[in-house]
């Protein structure tokens, strides 16, 4: 049975989301923003002055969008009115620990604002129990955390949350923050999905009810955004767009659920709309994100001159990227990533090894975004049979794996020593060591089963298992090879490379349908790309 899941037409058009945005039909929900802003419908009750409702639930709103420095000046501007709202603080506090998916320890100035905004909190004090709830809860992220790690404080504010939402059940903002801290929370090598389920299944019965609310669909993709479960999404991706088209994360966040089932043209076309509101928002870091995710798409659809317009761009926009900056979802360790990943990409999903091989390393303080550029050197070094090359990026790679164990990001760590085996393999198999190679790719291909993506990246640099395919149709061993890429594809649905590899090891199995399936499926994703376009596409051509 070919894995993949099938092309389907445009069904979300993101551009007239944000027209919508400006539109005569467009609506100002009653936030206090600025008219025709539409950031979705939210309600957040206050015991605060009275005129400061419909600004504190504006910035509620951004909040529940990840627009943490808008959602930081919105609850600034409702304390400007009522200085002793504390649940604004509440507000200021949660803007300060940024996205939660965001997987990397937060920085100490980060944490050191998010422990002022909770004491200012207090000192305020709340007026009612509900309101001193949601502090306490938000306090459990911040306090001792010179002495508690952050998986243990993540863990302790989620069960901060159930209490809030138990206690107070009719109070469904308690219950969509309870949800959003089940899905932040859970370990990435937990494959029952048990707290995304359970998120999700709170999330989806209020979206019944408030079908406007920017969190309810933002966070239901979050729960769902991987492989076994993101189809559950498909309703929150193509709508949330819609709801809060002037939150450039509400424009790119859909394109997390497309990426996942393959629905490329989708996710190019909401994330040329991101990228063009973080430009406007100056969200620099969101914009390479969204950079990022498109990249990846339009490489996926053999869209390689746009992709090269792309990479091409990159220069400019990291000549306004802050390193240091508070914006958008996108942190700037996520600017970071992207700005490692987009060139590896362009080099390994076209097989221009020897372009992969001589990237160029751009040191950071994150290991795991270093990390990119010498895992495809490495690659691209063994592919043109450069040993020597492949050893001193797979040095690298050790010398980054050890680094990053060293900050105690275990999730990193991992990801990093995955890459560092798959380099690993591939310089056994330039050195003749066959056997060794195998054996070591597909332990590479079993850790990588193990774990699942972090939210920075639309997925792995190269799956571990089309690797495996790849060397094993090297080795002659195309049956086992069509194996790999099967399985790769029913993670990763509608991949170029594991599409094209499949196609190539039914041939050389001599299973000619399955063949003609995958060359089928290969130029149905890539209706759009350039012409001729790779040599793989003219293969599927001839094949058909």
């Known amino acids: 049975m070919i894995s993949t899941i099938p092309v389907r037409p445009l069904a979300f058009v993101c551009a007239a989301a944000v027209l919508g945005a400006s539109s005569a039909s467009a609506q100002d929900h009653g936030h206090g923003g600025v008219p025709g802003e539409r950031l979705g ?79 200012r909190a207090r000192a305020l004090g709340a007026r009612t129990d ?8 938000a306090a459990k992220l911040y306090l001792d955390a010179d002495s508690i790690d952050q998986r243990t404080r993540v863990v302790a504010y989620r069960d901060a949350m159930a209490r809030v939402a138990d206690r107070f059940a009719e109070d469904t903002e308690a219950s969509i923050f309870y949800a959003l801290s089940l899905t932040a929370s859970e370990e990435p090598a937990d494959k029952t999905y048990a707290s995304r389920l359970k998120a999700g299944a709170i999330l989806e019965k209020l979206f019944a009810s408030q079908p406007d609310h920017p969190g309810l669909a933002h ?36 394109s997390h659920t497309f990426t996942r089932v393959g629905y490329w043209q989708e996710s190019i076309e909401t994330n040329i709309a991101s990228a063009a509101a973080a430009r406007r928002e100056h969200a620099t870091s969101e914009e390479l994100h969204a950079t990022d995710y498109q990249m990846y798409a339009y490489l996926q ?35 970071a990533f992207a700005y490692a ?63 990053q164990a060293e900050l105690h ?16 393999a591939w310089l056994a198999l330039v050195e003749g060591r066959k056997d060794e190679a195998v054996q070591e790719m597909r332990e590479a291909a079993a850790a990588e089963d193990r774990t699942e993506k972090a939210a920075v990246t639309p997925g792995p640099l190269a799956p571990a298992r089309e690797l495996l395919g790849e060397m094993l149709l090297e080795l002659g061993q195309a049956p086992q090879a069509l194996k790999e890429f099967e399985a790769t594809l029913g993670k990763e649905p509608n991949r170029f490379r594991a599409l094209s590899g499949a196609a190539r090891a039914a041939k050389l199995s001599g299973n000619d349908d399955a063949a003609k399936k995958y060359y089928a499926a290969l130029l149905g994703i890539c209706e759009r790309a350039d012409r001729p376009g790779r040599p793989e596409l003219q293969d599927a051509r001839r094949g058909l």
């Open 219 to 254: 966070y239901i993709i979050h729960s769902y955004d991987v492989p076994a479960l993101a189809p559950k999404a498909l309703d929150a991706a193509r709508r949330y767009a819609r709801i809060a088209p002037a939150a450039p994360h509400a424009l790119h966040m859909p």
């Open 301 to 335: 659809t053999g869209q390689d001159a746009a992709a090269k317009r792309l990479l091409d761009a990159l220069p400019e926009i990291m000549s306004r990227f802050d390193p240091n900056g508070v914006g958008s979802a996108a942190p700037p360790t996520a600017g």
């Open 341 to 403: 990943a987009i060139p590896a990409r362009w080099a390994l999903e076209r097989g221009a090894w020897a372009d992969a091989a001589k990237l160029e390393p751009h040191s950071s303080n994150l290991p795991y975004a270093d990390a990119i550029t010498y895992f495809a050197r490495a690659l691209g070094a063994a592919r043109i049979g450069d040993a020597a090359g492949v050893r001193a990026a797979l040095d690298m790679l050790q010398q980054l794996r050890d680094r």
């Open 41 to 119: 419908t939210v309600h957040f009750a206050t015991s605060c002055d009275r005129s400061t409702q419909a600004p504190f639930d504006r910035a509620v709103a951004l909040l529940h969008s990840f627009e943490f420095a808008r959602a930081i000046d919105g609850f600034n501007g409702v304390l400007a009115t009522d200085a002793s709202c504390a649940i604004a603080q509440w507000g200021i506090a949660l803007s300060r620990w940024g996205n939660p998916f965001a997987l990397g320890q937060r920085a100490p100035a980060a944490i050191q604002q998010g422990r002022e905004a909770i004491d």
């Open 409 to 424: 990001e275990e999730y990193w760590t991992g990801q990093i020593d995955i890459q560092r085996r798959a380099a690993a």
């Open 130 to 137: 509900r309101e001193r709830a949601y502090i306490d809860a």
